[in-house]
């Protein structure tokens, strides 16, 4: 176990439809990131925050947004999804900002399916 | 661009023999962390092993150890005595610090330990 956990396990969806994803990271650590993995583009990484704000961006759809809340949990918002979508969503945490390559640990992941 | 290839798609080994899987990397940073993570059928994402491209000394781990080749861009990961828990997708992946915090990662290679 990680210490990062992730709500819901499954998420069974249509399309055209908005979901929310939610992650609580490890007690102590600062920094979220969300990636992405599907099967044909493998682990992406989507979005990071750092103790509330927007850190870093990668291969998010402007359709998908995130934030961190002030208890440190994130939520990633997908919307008018489509089918390609459908993937495997992790959150992870470390403790630091850039600077000390610091371990990230991931959490469950949330298997989004949009049909 | 900052890339990560994994040249085995999948590899079976019986178990207790010992089984390396191959990575390779390119970037022009000097500074940057690698690692290994695994991805057992329950898609739960676990760090294996983490090596700071600093250090000349290879990381282990118990039964896993790496062979860090800095001038060839080579981070390759060696389980011994490989056992049926081992059974799982192994990602090589790295990122650089003072810079955002994403880790990019390799495509994975789909290791099978044979009973």
């Known amino acids: 176990d990680s210490g990062v956990t992730q709500t819901p396990k499954h998420l069974i969806t249509a399309t055209g439809q908005r979901v929310t994803l939610r992650c609580s990271p490890r007690s102590g650590d600062l920094s979220v990131y969300w990636y992405q993995q599907s099967l044909d583009q493998g682990l992406q990484f989507l979005i990071q925050?750092?103790?509330?704000?927007?850190?870093a961006k990668g291969n998010i759809l402007e359709r998908f947004s995130a934030q961190q809340f002030p208890d440190l949990h994130s939520e990633l918002n997908l919307s008018s999804l489509e089918l390609g979508d459908s993937a495997l969503y992790f959150c992870?945490?470390?403790?630091?900002?850039?600077?000390?390559?610091?371990?990230?640990?991931f959490g469950p992941g949330t298997r989004l399916l949009v049909l | 661009a900052q890339t990560v290839t994994q040249s085995q798609p999948e590899m079976s080994v019986q178990e207790a023999e010992t089984v390396t899987l191959s990575c390779t990397y390119d970037?022009?940073?000097?500074?940057?962390?690698l690692f290994w993570y695994k991805q057992p059928p329950s898609r739960q994402m676990i760090l294996v092993i983490r090596?700071?491209?600093?250090?000349?000394q290879n990381a282990t781990e118990n039964r896993f150890s790496v062979n860090f080749q800095k001038a060839a861009k080579s981070f390759s990961l060696k389980i011994s005595d490989s056992q049926l828990g081992d059974t799982a997708m192994y990602f090589c992946?790295?990122?650089?610090?003072?810079?955002?915090?994403?880790?990019?990662f390799g495509k994975g290679t789909r290791l099978h330990i044979l009973p």
């Open positions: 992946a790295f990122t650089i610090p003072n810079r955002d915090d994403k880790i990019i």
């Open positions: 970037t022009s940073e000097n500074n940057y962390y």
């Open positions: 925050y750092y103790n509330g704000e927007e850190r």
């Open positions: 992870a945490s470390s403790a630091a900002l850039a600077g000390g390559g610091e371990t990230q640990y």
């Open positions: 090596q700071e491209a600093y250090k000349q």
